[in-house]
């Protein structure tokens, strides 16, 4: 099996995110830890531009990337003191979560080698316009998505208003 372009961006891709992910939970500095995350972020953008997701790679990086990332930042920075950093790790924390990894993956593999899944058919892609997913995401029908954007909305402005209140007291 030859390699494709679109292979190798993929696996430069998927490279790129777990090294991001292992330098998010392993640095001490609470603010680099956040731009991690959010080169994490972009990266998975990246693969769903790859596989054809346009709509989904443009959510990801204006709500993830664009929005709750800076919302973290923010809330890092109104809230915490100069040079803030994250607490040594002992070595027994260190053991407990590499024996709780390792069987978290050996559980896994055990389940993924032992049964056999479903082989989905191939299906051509169904063509739907921007216009019939915008009523399908905010239709107050039974599958409409109305209340959940309303209740994040009035969660978003109630966290924009405490980091108002937060700053203003310093």
Same mark, same amino acid.
């Given at each position: &099996? %030859?390699? $494709?372009?679109? &292979?190798?961006?993929?696996? =430069?891709?998927?490279? =790129?995110?777990? /090294?991001? *992910?292992? &330098?998010?939970?392993?640095?001490?500095?609470?603010?680099?830890?956040?731009?991690?995350?959010?080169?994490?972020? +972009? %990266?998975? /953008?990246?693969?769903? +531009? @790859? !596989?054809?997701?346009? +709509?989904?790679? *443009?959510?990801?990086?204006?709500?993830? /990337?664009?929005?709750?990332?800076?919302?973290?930042?923010?809330?890092?920075? #109104?809230? *915490? %003191?100069?040079?803030?950093?994250?607490?040594? !790790?002992?070595?027994?924390? =260190? #053991?407990?979560?590499?024996?709780?990894? !390792?069987?978290? @993956?050996? $559980?896994? @593999?055990?389940?993924?080698?032992?049964?056999? =899944?479903?082989?989905?058919?191939?299906?051509?892609?169904?063509?739907?316009?921007?216009?019939?997913? %915008?009523?399908?995401? !905010?239709?107050?029908?039974?599958?409409?998505?109305? @209340?959940? +954007?309303?209740?994040?909305?009035?969660?978003?402005?109630?966290?924009?208003?405490?980091?108002?209140?937060?700053?203003?007291?310093?």
């Amino acid at each position: &099996m %030859g390699s $494709t372009l679109e &292979m190798v961006v993929f696996y =430069f891709l998927a490279a =790129f995110i777990v /090294a991001m *992910s292992v &330098m998010t939970v392993t640095t001490q500095r609470i603010v680099r830890s956040a731009t991690y995350l959010l080169f994490v972020l +972009f %990266g998975t /953008a990246g693969i769903y +531009f @790859l !596989l054809g997701y346009t +709509f989904l790679g *443009s959510v990801q990086i204006m709500v993830y /990337a664009g929005g709750i990332v800076v919302l973290y930042v923010f809330s890092i920075l #109104l809230t *915490s %003191g100069e040079g803030d950093r994250a607490e040594k !790790l002992k070595w027994n924390k =260190f #053991l407990a979560g590499l024996f709780t990894m !390792l069987a978290g @993956l050996i $559980t896994i @593999l055990a389940i993924t080698l032992k049964h056999e =899944f479903l082989q989905t058919p191939n299906l051509a892609p169904v063509e739907k316009n921007i216009h019939t997913i %915008g009523h399908a995401l !905010l239709s107050s029908d039974k599958y409409g998505y109305v @209340l959940p +954007f309303e209740a994040v909305s009035i969660l978003l402005l109630a966290c924009i208003i405490g980091g108002i209140m937060i700053a203003r007291k310093r």
